[in-house]
């Protein structure tokens, strides 16, 4: 189905009956055929956190977590963002005989709509800790160039130094919109890198220019592993982006050319 025909954008009444068939997913195939080509696009995961999670238990007395979804990015389909969100308000006034019992409903309601395994952790609403960004931050460096688009043209190796590098490096600076809503996205991006030293201001330089861009987070994220990938050659490569929250939730995709360098999920301050 077209993203157009989802609820996103539009008035809608919040449902107060447990609703599954308002999951709306949306195939990967399209976005990715201009890169499906490169090595580990399909290799990592989806991280959501979901901050509006409520159900009723056997008694009827509410209660409340904190999610973290988890879906394959090898899922056929990823799930729009206010179809999770009415899903989770749609289970608010339902009984359910235990956690465990709701957590195994909303693994096989999402599992169908991602057309693959989804898992969800629940956390109680005082147990998810704030991490520390690890890694080189590159913002106070001076951008090559400043662009308002994608472009991988401004990716470049650092031309001073070609000696072999491993490295983290990251910048609070992603911005990007809804391509239905042009609402802003902003996050934090995390590169992990292995091969000829890339030169960092040509990456911060990349990272800005998305900043009227408009795709989905899982989108931008792999534009940015395949640009990188095409461009600069690395060896290995991991790029991993925590946006901020919106409408209860938020999106964190990580690509990896290679498993061994999928990190552990982490919630930023910002988040």
């Known amino acids: 189905m077209s993203v157009e ?9 919040y449902p ?39 159900w009723l238990n056997a008694s009827g007395v509410p209660q409340v977590a904190i999610g973290r ?3 394959p990015a090898s899922s056929d389909n990823l ?20 956690r465990d019992a709701f957590k195994a409903t909303v693994e096989k309601d999402l599992s169908v709509a991602a057309n693959a395994p989804v898992t969800i952790d629940l956390f109680h609403v005082d147990d998810v800790e704030i991490s520390k960004p690890e890694g080189i931050c590159i913002d106070d460096l001076e951008p090559t160039k400043l662009e308002n688009h994608p472009n991988a043209n401004l990716l470049a190796l650092d031309e001073n130094n070609n000696e072999e590098v491993e490295v983290q490096f990251y910048s609070h600076l992603l911005r990007s919109n809804c391509p239905v809503t042009g609402q802003p ?21 990349y990272i800005i220019s998305y900043r009227q861009h408009n795709g989905f987070h899982e989108q931008c994220v792999e534009q940015m592993f ?11 490569l991991m790029v991993y982006a925590t946006y901020t929250r919106r409408g209860g939730l938020d999106i964190n995709p990580c690509r990896v050319s290679d498993l061994t360098w999928m990190p552990r999920p982490i919630r930023l301050a910002r988040q």
């Open 69 to 71: 979804l988890t879906l």
């Open 5 to 13: 025909q989802s609820l996103l954008g539009k008035d809608t009444n």
């Open 226 to 236: 395949a640009d990188i990938w095409q461009n600069l050659k690395p060896s290995k």
């Open 16 to 54: 107060t009956a447990y609703q599954p068939d308002i999951l709306f997913p949306i195939a990967r195939a399209t976005a990715r055929e201009q890169y499906a080509h490169v090595e580990g696009i399909c290799q990592g995961k989806d991280w959501w956190h979901v901050f509006e999670i409520s």
């Open 79 to 98: 799930i729009e963002s206010k179809s999770l969100k009415l899903y989770f308000n749609s289970m608010n006034f339902t009984q359910f005989e235990s």
């Open 185 to 205: 996205d902003w996050g934090t991006v995390f590169i992990r890198y292995k091969g000829s030293k890339p030169c960092y201001r040509s990456i911060l330089a």
